[in-house]
């Protein structure tokens, strides 16, 4: 089993997640620490229960996702991975960052790119890697399924679904995004959303407003 670790940071009340192997190896998914205190409580966890970060993996790259990247790559020496097509958000944060009024001096630079269907292997264990685009153009979702989780970055929330009114934003993308990605997995898989409570992909097809 994968074991999840959970944190919401940031002003947008953005979750950033830890996923932990039994090796105690571990990814680090949309480190969105924004201040110090933030940036401590992450990484204290981290080292207090001797975990050892490998990689800094992205569902998409708003500045509420990628607040805390850079000082995860200083602390621990580890590549930063996101979808190619997400590269025009990326290189939009500084002005996204200051149109919001955050300050955010430093972008991060990708070290790999993910692509449409790879997986990724921490240990043991393999995540497939879903594009899921329509919030931005190069979202992906992480699924694991021996553990019956999805962790989809800013797709799929509890009785929503992610704005699609930034730049790269497309309503019917996001959609249909939700349907070939989401919808096609078991009703018991659990999604962990980039805001708010986790959900299950059953209670979203039953209950979701925007996708009846
Ligand atoms: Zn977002």
């Not at 190069?138 to 009114?165: C, P």
């Amino acid at each position: 089993m994968l074991r999840l670790q959970i944190f919401t940071f940031n002003p947008f009340q953005e979750n950033t997640y830890l996923i932990i192997d039994e090796q105690n190896q571990c990814w680090i998914v949309d480190p969105g620490m924004y201040n110090e205190v933030e940036k401590n409580q992450l990484f204290q966890y981290i080292d207090n229960n001797n975990l050892i970060p490998k990689a800094i993996i992205n569902t998409h790259t708003h500045i509420d996702h990628i607040f805390g990247v850079q000082a995860c790559k200083k602390r621990y020496q580890i590549p930063f991975l996101i979808h190619r097509l997400d590269l025009p958000v990326l290189n939009g944060a500084k002005s996204s960052a200051m149109m919001f009024g955050f300050d955010f001096s430093e972008t991060p630079t990708p070290d790999e790119y993910f692509q449409e269907g790879s997986k990724i292997e921490l240990g043991k264990h393999v995540v497939s890697i879903l594009l899921v685009p329509g919030h931005s153009p190069g979202s992906v979702a992480f699924y694991h399924k021996e553990s019956g989780w999805i962790i989809g970055g800013d797709v799929l929330f509890q009785g929503s679904i992610g704005r699609t009114d930034l730049p790269g934003g497309n309503f019917e993308t996001l959609i249909s995004s939700i349907e070939k990605q989401f919808f096609s997995l078991h009703d018991e898989t659990i999604v962990y959303s980039g805001h708010g409570p986790s959900t299950t992909i059953g209670f979203e097809k039953k209950h979701n407003p925007f996708l009846q």
